[in-house]
């Protein structure tokens, strides 16, 4: 479990730091490419933390 929720944080950080090059990118085709990669890193965190969820509720 220890090991999904030190994932999930990874996650949490990489999608603000891509957050934060979007903000900071001057091409507008990169500004959106991260800005992509941040909610899809998102989506990923959620479904993880659903597992997680799942799985404190069977214990």
Excluded: S
């Excluded at 507008?28 to 659903?50: G, Y």
């Amino acid at each position: 479990m220890e090991d999904l929720r030190a994932k999930l944080e990874k996650l949490l950080i990489e999608a603000e730091d891509c957050d934060l090059i979007g903000r900071l990118a001057t091409d507008p085709r990169k500004r959106e490419l991260f800005k992509k990669l941040a909610a899809d890193l998102r989506a990923i965190a959620h479904d993880i933390q659903t597992v997680i969820a799942g799985r404190t509720r069977v214990i």
